[in-house]
């Protein structure tokens, strides 16, 4: 099965000695194509570094991403086509409506006439009764489910959900699952980073564990469930002796 996304010997350092911060330490792993996978670890693990890395966002130290075979860094503009991130933080601009938003979203990918699959996106996501409503006027949980649209709306064969439903209402949860499971059963490939192990563990096929910026565990998510819930999993690789 091709990669989706090809992690290869990926190295993150921040700052210079003695005060540098080796953020993510050699990474390698392939997630496959049509995969839903979770990206776990504790906070300071290294997986926002990871996800920031694959959108172009931070250069690496050295080491490798490929997207569907398309170099990060040596392809940025093309890369960028084939991943949607919704990101943790609530990035918004103040002076347009809902629907100016994803229009203008969809003019950086070279998108016009694009409103059925906005309004999909917006049906799906329980904000069409908003779509004129300006930005600054939404609760928080309505400014996540436009940030979702945003990263959605030059259908991008790959979608990462950077702790997607962290303070958000059970309406926004169902919802955001639905349409995602409905994406990856027509192939879309998601990763999935969420402190909620339960949503992982309903949700991916496949399980990759960040401990020190280093792979700790990547295993399919049934295997990690032989020995109990994920959880267990989970707290077992982190328990285990430090990474060099």
């Given at each position: 099965m091709r990669a989706a996304v090809s992690f290869k010997g990926v190295h993150k350092v921040y700052g210079r000695p003695p005060k540098s911060v080796h953020a993510l330490n050699d990474v390698t792993l392939d997630i496959p194509e049509g995969s839903f996978f979770a990206l776990l670890g504790p906070n300071g693990a290294g997986k926002t570094s990871l996800i920031q890395a694959m959108a172009g966002l931070v250069r690496l130290t050295s080491g490798q991403i490929s997207i569907l075979g398309v170099d990060?860094?040596?392809?940025?503009?093309?890369?960028?086509?084939?991943?949607?991130?919704?990101?943790?933080?609530?990035?918004f601009d103040p002076f347009f409506t809902v629907r100016e938003t994803l229009r203008i979203q969809s003019g950086f990918f070279g998108l016009g006439h694009n409103d059925d699959w906005i309004d999909e996106c917006l049906t799906e996501l329980g904000l069409l009764d908003k779509a004129n409503a300006n930005m600054r006027a939404l609760s928080g949980g309505m400014k996540r489910r436009v940030l979702v649209a945003q990263a959605l709306v030059h259908r991008p064969p790959v979608i990462v959900l950077d702790e997607p439903t962290a303070g958000?209402?059970?309406?926004?949860?169902?919802?955001?699952?639905?349409?995602?499971?409905?994406l990856n059963t027509q192939g879309h490939t998601i990763v999935?980073?969420?402190?909620?192990l339960e949503e992982a563990e309903s949700l991916c096929d496949r399980v990759a564990i960040l401990r020190k910026g280093q792979l700790a565990a990547l295993e399919d998510t049934t295997a990690l469930l032989a020995g109990g819930s994920l959880e267990q999993a989970f707290r077992k690789v982190l328990a285990e002796a430090p990474l060099e």
């Open positions: 990060v860094e040596a392809d940025g503009a093309q890369a960028r086509r084939l991943i949607g991130v919704v990101p943790q933080e609530l990035v958000v209402d059970i309406d926004l949860r169902e919802s955001l699952w639905r349409f995602m499971k409905r999935l980073t969420t402190h909620y």
